[in-house]
């Protein structure tokens, strides 16, 4: 965590900080950080650095706890039938797979952090992260699963551990192949919304299954 002294600081001051640390991490794997780009970017002096941060580890996780409290609060925003009374469990996740990628491209940062973070080579670094993060998101997908169960949208003998990890599996292929595109092509994506038609085939994939109705016993 940063210490006081950097939550004293002028608002723009620490906006300034955390902008150049996002895109440095952005950047570069953990190990490749350096905190000269950062301070350079920043406009302050390295001795600073050492009284809001512990160290560049203690910058990394409180830039990558804001990137999923903003990621959060944008789809709390967005989905509002998440916690309301009209909750219908495949309506409301095509809603969350939409806004995903819609937060994918209002936030490239963001993108960038959470794709360098996928592919980052430090494993210790990714275990603390992820411990630290795993409450939040997979709590997410968990409570949505249970209003599911609990209103009888679901099949109650599908197993919920299975059902979480398909989800989350889902969203993170649909940010990849997002990710995949050329920039320009990422523009015309959203154009055209052939990504909805993308998701209505996952969303349906999803409800009914693979195997053909006759071969059901």
């Known amino acids: 965590m940063p210490t006081q002294t950097f939550f004293n600081l002028p608002e723009e001051k620490r906006n300034r900080i955390l902008e150049a640390a996002t895109q440095e991490f952005a950047a570069y794997a953990f190990d ?38 903003k990621k959060f609060l944008y789809f ?51 275990e603390e992260v992820m411990a630290e993060q795993v409450s939040k998101t997979t709590g997410f997908y968990k409570d949505m699963l249970q209003r599911g169960f609990e209103l009888g949208q679901l099949d109650p003998s599908v197993d919920f551990t299975t059902a979480l990890f398909f989800m989350h599996g889902v969203q993170t292929a649909l940010i990849n192949a997002y990710l995949a595109l050329a920039p320009s092509s990422q523009n015309s994506f959203f154009a055209d919304e052939s990504y909805l038609d993308s998701i209505h085939k996952v969303l349906y994939l999803l409800a009914h299954g693979l195997k053909a109705k006759e071969a059901i016993p």
Do not use: C, M, W
């Open 32 to 69: 490749q950080a350096s905190i000269a780009r950062i301070i350079e970017q920043a406009g302050i002096p390295r001795g600073s650095f050492y009284q809001y941060f512990e160290n560049l580890k203690d910058l990394y996780k409180h830039i990558f706890n804001l990137a999923v409290e």
């Open 76 to 126: 709390d925003a967005k989905v509002p039938d998440l916690h309301g009374d009209g909750f219908e469990f495949f309506a409301t996740l095509e809603r969350i797979f939409v806004v995903g990628l819609e937060f994918a491209r209002e936030h490239p940062e963001l993108l960038a952090l959470g794709d360098r973070f996928i592919k980052e080579s430090n494993l210790q670094l990714r």
